[in-house]
């Protein structure tokens, strides 16, 4: 009788170690909850990448792609910023074609500055490299190592809200 007790408490015990071990290397993850300030951080994550996505998006730019980038754009954004760019977006490819252009992004940094319930604003820095038809003589040089090209730097405030699940782009304005 006390073997089959020894036996049961040392098969707890080695349980019980086992559920330690996978809480202590994988960490809050492995919980089947989540704290509010986990939750918390999570959605600052997902506003930031949201936010990387969408900017990455309107910085990309190329003539012979335009039909493709614009309906990237339209299915990352939302609300008055949608309804903007699919107004606009007829010309902007007119204007990429007759000049040529292509426009590649980089994100420098996205800040998250406020979120409350579906709304959230963040802060974007991004460089853009632009190469056109007026770029082509343009030598490479230190602020712009590139040849053929002009560099953008630009810094812009982003409302993001959450619609469906997904966080989309509902603004975009230049931030000095």
Not at 55 to 64: C, G, K, R, S
Not at 76 to 101: D, H, M
Not at 147 to 158: K, T
Request: hydrophobic letters at 50%.
């Amino acid at each position: 009788m006390i073997s089959r007790i020894n036996a049961a408490l040392a098969a707890l015990l080695a349980l019980v170690l086992i559920l330690l071990a996978i809480v202590l290397l994988g960490g809050n993850k492995v919980l089947p909850w989540k704290t509010p300030a986990e939750k918390r951080v999570d959605a600052f994550g997902d506003v930031q990448a949201a936010a990387t996505r969408s900017v990455l998006a309107f910085l990309d730019v190329d003539y012979q792609h335009m039909d493709d980038k614009a309906m990237t754009m339209e299915s990352l954004s939302t609300g008055p910023f949608k309804k903007e760019y699919a107004a606009t977006a007829v010309e902007l490819k007119a204007a990429a074609q007759r000049a040529k252009a292509v426009s590649t992004g980089d994100i420098r940094y996205v800040g998250v500055n406020s979120l409350a319930g579906s709304t959230a604003k963040a802060l974007v820095a991004a460089d853009a490299v632009v190469e056109n038809t007026a770029t082509k003589g343009q030598k490479a040089t230190r602020a712009c190592p590139h040849d053929g090209a002009r560099c953008h730097q630009y810094r812009f405030v982003v409302t993001m809200q959450r619609t469906g699940g997904t966080w989309k782009l509902a603004d975009l304005a230049g931030a000095s």
